[in-house]
């Protein structure tokens, strides 16, 4: 099993540059390595079950995990953080692991518990509105 390290990665319906992207992997978010090719791997989203193809470049930055992170918090709010990467944005629905990044003053990063209170959602949901 392996976890993204980049802010997003498109996942292709096949193995092409050009292929219709049909989700993506956000930071933190876990995967399951089905095939490798020279250029791509066949990968299984552990969080909605989606497959595709990825470019082996952007695996080969992914960290393999034994287990999933019980130190996750989710990005609310998107901003940017200082990681070991380098300075990183951080997109709504990120996993993060808030004791490996800074956020960075005024970055507008939030980060919250993975389970949100009801009363949260709608705050959470008006900002994808337009």
């Known amino acids: 099993m392996y976890k993204t390290?980049?802010?997003?990665?498109p996942v292709r319906a096949t193995d092409s540059d050009s292929a219709e992207m049909v989700t993506q992997l956000l930071?933190?978010?876990?995967?399951?390595?089905?095939q490798k090719t020279e250029k791509w791997v066949y990968i299984?989203?552990?969080?909605?079950?989606?497959?595709?193809?990825?470019d082996m470049g952007q695996h080969i930055l992914a960290e393999p995990i034994t287990e999933i992170d019980k130190n996750l918090?989710?990005?609310?709010?998107?901003?940017?953080a200082e990681t070991s990467l380098g300075l990183t944005h951080f997109s709504i629905g990120s996993a993060v692991n808030k004791?490996?990044?800074n956020p960075i003053k005024n970055s507008n990063l939030i980060l919250a518990e993975p389970s949100v209170e009801p009363e949260?959602?709608?705050?959470?949901?008006?900002q994808f509105i337009n």
Request: no cysteine; net charge negative.
């Open 99 to 101: 004791q490996v990044i």
């Open 120 to 126: 949260k959602l709608l705050s959470i949901a008006q």
């Open 44 to 54: 299984k989203s552990l969080n909605d079950q989606y497959h595709g193809w990825i």
């Open 5 to 9: 390290t980049l802010s997003y990665i």
């Open 73 to 80: 918090s989710v990005v609310v709010q998107a901003g940017y």
């Open 27 to 34: 930071w933190g978010e876990p995967y399951e390595l089905i």
